[in-house]
């Protein structure tokens, strides 16, 4: 009985797994071993065999490839997740993401491996991008505003002293 449950709920967090809306990879020995169906989309593969076996650094951005060697080094050496971490990805056609995703240790079919979940913020990127673009447009409008009021008080003082002064002559 206790063996079917085990059975059940294993059978049960497979399922889980596949159809997690999040992109699910697991890596061993340099090689991806295992991706959900988000993966799968996410990297624009046609297939889950397009992934399996593929070397995981080929879907990172050569500028991120050194950064996360080490990084999963040292997940290795000290055995428990990192701190969430954001990279610039590579889907399978090419085209360039912002993944943001954690990583955990774990093991494989009786192998050390690296669970990682990633999701694409390529949109969030942006949108934090645009509104620090109107924050710097709305402050360089504040400061011309202000440099305009402030001429514009000058030349009023100016105008007044100047009218007071033909009055007087």
Known sequence: ERTKELS?????LRELVANFPSAILVQS???IVYVNTAAVEQNRAAC???LIGMESMQLLHPS??????????KAKK???KLP???????????????????????????KPAILVVV????????TEQALSDAKLHADAAA??????RIEAEVASQAKSAFLANMSHE
């Open 78 to 80: 000290l055995g428990t």
């Open 119 to 126: 999701l694409d913020i390529t949109e969030r990127k942006r």
């Open 8 to 12: 059940q709920s294993e059978s049960d």
């Open 84 to 110: 969430n971490f954001q990279s610039k990805r590579l889907r399978l056609d090419g085209t360039e993401f912002e993944g943001e995703g954690v990583s955990t240790p774990i093991l494989w079919e009786g």
């Open 64 to 73: 991120a490839r050194f950064a996360m060697k080490k990084r999963h080094q």
């Open 29 to 31: 020995e340099g090689r």
């Open 48 to 50: 889950v065999d397009d």
């Open 143 to 148: 400061q011309l505003s202000e440099k305009t």
